[in-house]
């Protein structure tokens, strides 16, 4: 997500300092080359050399003759974006009112002024974090274009954002957003039908590539929502549903102010009437499947306008059924684009999809994180 990124690295004195290394070695992971600042109260809770490890560069820990934060984020600077994280109330405040009296707030206040991207990732105890200036702070930096990460609210604290949201609020930062403005709904994963009160009817589906599209089209600047029965997600909106029923309503009411619909969830192709009581085993049991209703074509009907995405699995392994099925719901529903994949990658990280247009297929083999992107990317030149 951040391959050829440099990111610099403002740590400040949380006692969420600790998670430092984890955080710099995650960035790496995506792709990012990582130079970490420092204040003197964030050497006393992490040393430097262990963030030196970390990043394999050297700590800037004091500004020198060299002048590190014009070196690092000047408008000729090294870096690409200005990550602080975590940043205490003390930081967030000085931020906003250009106080530079540390290597950290030195470098902000240079990032702001050069128009290098600024992602900001508080943590503190929840009391500070809702004190109304360190609020009037944050929507200040927040006004100047800043990415702010929000903090997780447990036990009194204002913990700061996991690794993954704040990767993507950073990959966020530097990527152009070209969904700003536009209205995007997502399913995902699979939904599972009641037999009776304990016993269900599912499938396979992981919902991996579903929350890898949401998360894709968020961080070109999409509003999205994600309708699934899965995790919340920090990317998205999320609508919890269960059944292809409530899948089915909940899209119904998400379409109605959206810009497009992409397909990407297992829907249950049937479902049954569920008993009231647990069924008893031991003896043979039948049951009667019922055709669930087809959710893009009762979208369409409504939304003959929208712009809708779908997906296809098909257990064949052969490219020429997968694309002749793709084709054939695509112009059933007037779709925008099919993505066909086969079965057998449910559940795995990496995939192997078909995108198929009117004009063409084209292949994609990858991570489903990949694919997410791809997929965005198909979407955008529709919208």
């Given amino acids: 997500m ?53 990043t394999e560069n050297d ?23 200005f990550l602080v994280a975590p940043a205490t109330a003390n ?40 004190h109304p200036g360190v609020l009037e702070a944050i929507e200040r930096v927040e006004s100047w274009g800043v990415e702010f990460v929000d903090p997780r609210i447990e036990e009194g604290k204002a913990k700061i954002a996991t690794e993954d949201a704040i990767v993507t609020g950073v990959t966020k930062a530097v ?44 961080i070109r600047g999409a509003d999205v929502t994600l309708v699934h029965d899965g995790p919340d997600v920090h990317y998205a909106d999320v609508l919890a549903v269960e059944s292809a029923a409530e899948m089915l309503e909940a899209v119904e009411a998400a379409v109605e102010d959206a810009d497009a619909l992409v397909s990407a969830a297992a829907i249950s192709d049937f479902t049954v009437e569920a008993a ?20 893009i074509d009762t979208v369409r009907e409504s939304r003959p306008d929208l712009t809708i995405v779908g997906f296809k699995a098909e257990t064949s392994g052969d490219d020429e059924s997968m694309v002749t099925e793709a084709r054939r719901i695509m112009d059933r529903v007037g779709l925008a684009f099919v993505v066909a994949n086969d079965a057998s990658v449910m559940g795995d990280d ?27 990317d198909e979407l955008e030149k529709e919208l």
């Fill in 350 to 376: 990496e995939t192997r999809a078909l995108v198929v247009r009117g004009d063409g297929t084209s292949e994609f083999t990858g991570s489903k994180v990949g694919l997410g992107a791809r997929v965005a």
């Fill in 175 to 218: 990527t152009e957003q070209t969904l700003a403005g536009k209205s995007v709904v997502v399913t995902s994963g699979s939904t599972t039908e009641s037999i009776d009160p304990i016993r269900t009817l599912s499938n396979r589906a992981s919902g991996r590539t579903g929350r890898a599209v949401a998360r894709a089209l968020s």
């Fill in 91 to 130: 930081t967030v405040g000085k931020m906003a009112a250009a106080i530079d009296d540390s290597p950290v707030t030195t470098c902000a206040t240079t990032a702001l002024g050069a128009g290098v991207p600024l992602v900001v990732a508080p943590a503190m105890h929840e009391p500070m974090y809702d």
């Fill in 276 to 295: 009231d009581q647990k069924i008893r085993s031991g003896e043979a049991l039948t049951l009667d499947l019922h055709p669930a209703p087809k959710l």
């Fill in 2 to 54: 951040l391959e050829g990124v440099n990111v610099a690295l403002g740590v400040t004195g949380s006692i969420a300092a600790v998670k430092v290394v984890e955080l710099a070695h995650e960035l790496r992971r995506q792709g990012a080359s990582v130079r970490a600042v420092m204040t003197d109260a964030a050497t006393g809770i992490v040393h430097p050399w262990a963030v030196e490890f970390a």
């Fill in 59 to 81: 700590v800037v820990t004091e500004i020198t003759g060299r002048v590190e934060h014009v070196e690092l984020c000047g408008r000729e600077g090294w870096a690409d974006v």
